[in-house]
């Protein structure tokens, strides 16, 4: 069982930048590819990143390319989402999650993710 929890939410200006982090317990952190989704007010949960066990490969959604970086440090056993040049369109919660899939193409789906962090409220006024 893998228990996550995510911090650095908060509330900023449209331009700014904002780091989000997880943290994970109770399992073997390296073993899982990770992912960051968000879920806006009365919208599905969405995917915004992944990252492999390693470190290696990551993914992200077009919306985000080219603002949002993601990263992992398996001795700390943390995964982080830097977000810059942030938008209003980007408030949402975020949620990291744990998958045991080592296929790339299957990230961006929500049902390989076996564990989710409880969220983390992201605002961006204009």
């Known amino acids: 069982q893998v228990q996550l929890v995510e911090s650095g939410g908060g509330l900023v200006q449209a331009g700014d930048s904002l780091r989000l982090s997880c943290g994970a317990s109770g399992g073997t952190f390296s073993s899982y590819a990770m992912g960051w989704f968000r879920q806006a007010p009365g919208k599905d949960r969405e995917f915004v990143a992944a990252?492999?066990?390693?470190?290696?490969?990551?993914y992200y959604a077009d919306s985000v390319k080219g603002r949002f970086t993601i990263s992992r440090d398996n001795a700390k056993n943390t995964v982080d989402l830097q977000m810059n040049s942030l938008k209003p369109d980007d408030t949402a919660v975020y949620y990291c999650?744990?998958?045991?899939?080592?296929?790339?193409?299957?990230?961006?789906?929500?049902?390989?993710?076996?564990?989710w962090g409880q969220g983390i409220q992201v605002t961006v006024s204009s």
């Open positions: 990252i492999s066990w390693s470190g290696d490969n990551t």
């Open positions: 999650a744990a998958s045991r899939s080592q296929y790339g193409g299957t990230w961006s789906y929500r049902y390989v993710y076996s564990y």
